[in-house]
C-alpha cells in the first residue's frame, strides 16, 4: 500500500466520530458516593440518579480499585527491607 493509501486511512478513520468513545468526551469526573450495604447498590442508585433517559446527566463506567491494606508488620517488613539495601549500597 502507498504511503498516500496510508494517510487517507488515517483521516477517515479520526474523521469517524462513532470511532471510539473516549475521542467524544470532553469531561471525565471522578466521584466518591457514600456507601449502601453493598458496592452493587452504590452503583445502581448513582446510575438511576445520573442516567436516566429523562435526565441525561452522565454515562457512567465503573472501574475496579483494588483494597490497598497496609498493616503495621507489612510496614516493619519493608522497613526492614530498605534497611538492608541500604547497608548493602553503603558497603558497595
Not at 15 to 35: F, K, M, N, R, Y
Not at 37 to 48: F, G, K, L, Y
Not at 65 to 73: E, G, N
Request: charged fraction near 20%; glycine fraction near 4%.
Amino acid at each position: 500500500m502507498s504511503a498516500k493509501g496510508k494517510g487517507s486511512q488515517k483521516k477517515k478513520r479520526d474523521a469517524d466520530p462513532s470511532h471510539g468513545q473516549l475521542a467524544q468526551v470532553t469531561e471525565v469526573w471522578l466521584i466518591c458516593a457514600p456507601g449502601d450495604n453493598t458496592p452493587v447498590a452504590t452503583w445502581d442508585a448513582v446510575n438511576q440518579a445520573t442516567s436516566k433517559p429523562s435526565k441525561s446527566l452522565s454515562t457512567n463506567f465503573k472501574f475496579h480499585i483494588p483494597d490497598l491494606k497496609v498493616t503495621f508488620t507489612s510496614l516493619i517488613v519493608k522497613a526492614a527491607y530498605l534497611q538492608l539495601k541500604y547497608v548493602y549500597l553503603e558497603k558497595s
